[in-house]
């Protein structure tokens, strides 16, 4: 799979380097491999949403479906 050019630059891989990829089922994620990857990336989401269960709370609050 191959990255647009700007892409490659902004994530300092113009060369070429690591990225890693969630498959989402009908989506894919891909990130610069490296910083501790994407659990780093999510633990850092969930902290900044005041934690998972804060978020879990207000998920379910907004979309009872999904509680």
Not at 11 to 36: F, K, S
């Amino acid at each position: 799979m191959a990255l647009p050019a700007e892409t490659r630059r902004r994530w300092g891989i113009a060369d070429g380097g690591a990225v890693e990829i969630a498959d989402l089922g009908t989506v894919l994620v891909v990130v610069p491999a490296g910083r501790g990857g994407l659990r780093a990336m999510l633990s850092e989401a969930l902290e900044d949403a005041g934690g998972y269960r804060s978020l879990a709370r207000r998920v379910a609050a907004s979309e009872p479906d999904l509680a």
